[in-house]
């Protein structure tokens, strides 16, 4: 078991020593034995007191209350800080457990795992959490909401060692997320899922991975595989409507997120991703109603109050809407979508100092916040500071190179500061990308006339114009006279 982890952690860092682990493992475990030696302990069930006391008072190993470090599921990272979460200080029970000999089995339960003693006639369980204290089967299956899953589910079974891999798999899984690794964490859940097929939280887990890649309908099969095998988890519930609403079924996802409500009422994401869809259905009233559902759960989540602000966004009421950005930034001020937001209340508002400020702020947080960027550089376009649109309208580029509009806007500015070449080749990148855009070859048209290249000219002009374009009959027949002159048409 230690050896296997080990490996695990190599993979996760090239600084882990594993053979100095796996000497301090061993260690332990000659301690651990010695003392059952002179105390004249047989290793069964007896010695369990004993390894408590060694590893959690005398060693002072402890649990760690929220799983928000993706370091601290690995055992090196265990052994270091003698500290870990329910897994992998489980593992490290399992690994001296297997030096002694004892019959030591992990069990899992939906968001949880813990130690089981079982030798056949003596069976209790072991909690890694509580300094190795121990509850009843009854406990974990109330506390946690063990699905009834008869002979083939995995939940409240004495693990074999490959399926304690299983699960730290999944976990693996999930530091990968955290840490943005997605093609790792795509593996290591594909291997969980490989090992343990009736675990529900790593069929969602994958689930999740599937949705942030773009592959929703696999996201959709392992949502609904993850929910045959537990049917009341609200997470999976709202993840799969978070999966419906990427498709575009907005009914499907609004079933499933008031699932996820009836589930725990106080999920407030579900409340926060139902008020997405209503927005999407234009029910902002609707909307509305949900978010200050889930404000009332959650007074203090800026997110919610930031969102619903884009909500009174949409239904124009503008100076609403400054107010609960404004709300939002008082409780995080790092938060740069209210700032977004701000700015776009500043600028229907007429407040444009105030709109660039904002946009600022959002940039401040967030460099690469491509909306900010295009915004901000719209306003500068609009007072003229051309200079200052075309850098950020670079910036833009450099973040999204495959949209044709954020090229148009480039080539307008560089067009109205006379700098023809840029312009053409910035408006030649959006027909490029979207030969339909009228406004794009009408401005190219321009440009090619400015640089005296009239028949390109008199070419992208008539396609603007059977694109639907308004052509200014006075710059066609200049266009027309030019080419008169140069012997053309």
């Known amino acids: 078991m230690a050896t296997a982890a080990l490996i695990v952690s190599e993979q996760w860092s090239d600084l882990v020593p594993g053979r100095q682990h796996q000497a301090a493992l061993d260690q332990m475990a000659l301690e651990i034995r010695e003392r059952l030696t002179e105390q004249r302990l047989a290793v069964n069930f007896r010695a369990i007191p004993l390894i408590n006391r060694y590893l959690f008072e005398e060693l002072g190993f402890r649990s760690i209350a929220e799983a928000n470090d993706p370091n601290a599921l690995f055992l090196h990272t265990v052994l270091d800080k003698k500290k870990g979460y329910c897994l992998s200080l489980s593992i490290l029970y399992l690994a001296i457990g297997e030096r002694l000999g004892l019959p030591v089995y992990g069990v899992v339960v939906p968001g949880h795992f813990f130690i089981r003693y079982d030798d056949g006639r003596v069976r209790f369980n072991i909690e890694t959490t509580s300094k190795g204290g121990s509850a009843t089967d009854e406990h974990y299956m109330n506390k946690f909401k063990v699905p009834e899953g008869g002979l083939d ?13 299983g699960c730290f798999f999944n976990n693996l899984g999930n530091s990968y997320i955290e840490v943005g690794n997605l093609d790792s964490a795509f593996l290591a859940l594909v291997r969980a899922v490989e090992i343990n097929p009736t675990l529900a939280e790593s069929r969602a887990n994958l689930g999740n991975v599937y949705l942030r890649t773009g592959r929703v309908q696999q996201a959709i099969d392992e949502y609904k595989a993850a929910l045959r095998i537990n049917p009341e988890d609200p997470k999976t519930h709202s993840n799969l409507g978070n999966a419906y609403t990427e498709r575009g079924w907005l009914d499907y ?10 589930l725990d009422p106080d999920f407030t994401d ?49 100076k609403q809407a400054l107010s609960e950005y404004k709300k939002a930034l008082k409780l995080d001020r790092r938060l740069a979508e209210a700032y977004y937001g701000l700015g776009i209340c500043y600028g229907k508002l007429g407040s444009v100092e105030q709109e660039i400020e904002s946009y600022k702020s959002a940039l401040a947080i ?99 114009r059977d694109l639907g374009v308004e052509v200014d009959e006075r710059q066609l027949s ?12």
């Open 270 to 318: 579900a409340y926060k991703n139902l008020a997405i869809v209503y927005c999407k259905h234009k029910r902002f009233a609707q909307a509305v109603s949900q978010l200050k559902l889930a404000l009332e759960i959650s007074p203090r989540d800026a997110g919610c109050y930031s969102q619903l602000g884009d909500v009174y966004c949409q239904m124009d009421k503008y």
């Open 366 to 464: 967030k460099p690469n916040m491509f909306t900010s960027l295009v915004n901000l550089g719209n306003v500068y376009f609009r007072q003229e500071k051309f200079g200052s649109a075309i850098e950020l309208y670079a910036r833009a580029i450099r973040i999204d190179p495959k949209n044709a509009m954020i090229y148009y806007n480039l080539g307008a500015a560089c067009s109205n500061k006379g700098i023809y070449e840029q312009a053409k080749e910035a408006y030649s990148k959006a027909v490029g990308l979207d030969p339909e855009m009228g406004d794009a070859q009408y401005g190219l048209a321009f440009v090619y006339y400015q640089l005296g290249e009239y028949e390109a000219a008199w070419r992208h002009i008539n396609i603007a």
């Open 153 to 165: 589910s995995i939940y409240m079974r004495n693990l074999s060692k490959r399926q304690t891999l």
């Open 253 to 262: 996802a609004v079933s499933e997120y008031n699932k996820a409500i009836a």
């Open 478 to 489: 200049a266009i027309k006279s030019r080419l008169k002159q140069a012997g053309g048409r």
